[in-house]
């Protein structure tokens, strides 16, 4: 009779992975998106820096390696995000990774 009602109770999918997180350390990953304007045009998105990196310095460095435009966006929820012109997700990891400032594992590449 109790198999029937949990039959009732909602399903969630990341009840175990919450579980498994909140014992151990958490890591803080940096996300890579890009996202759609219009036609060919392409923006993206680094999410999920620390506190103690300057954005606008790493924003300086990245624009002059990667010949491309970009702004720093402040957003309530996720603090500081920056925002670059084109697809520069991968040159941005391996730019992350090469300056020391994020391990290849901490970072999230999402897109297409």
Do not use: W
Request: proline share 3%; glycine share 8%.
């Amino acid at each position: 009779m109790a198999d029937l009602e949990d039959l009732n109770k909602p399903f969630d999918p990341f009840a175990d992975v919450e579980e498994e997180q909140g014992g151990g350390s958490t890591t803080n990953y940096l996300h890579l998106r890009i996202q759609q304007r219009n036609g060919r045009k392409t923006l993206t998105t680094l999410q999920g820096l620390p506190k103690e990196i300057d954005s606008k310095r790493l924003l300086k460095a990245v624009k002059k390696a990667f010949a491309c435009n970009g702004t720093v966006v402040e957003d309530e929820e996720h603090g500081e995000i920056i925002q670059m012109q084109g697809d520069q997700r991968m040159k941005m990891a391996e730019f992350l990774v090469s300056e020391g400032i994020a391990k290849k594992a901490e970072i999230k590449v999402h897109g297409f």
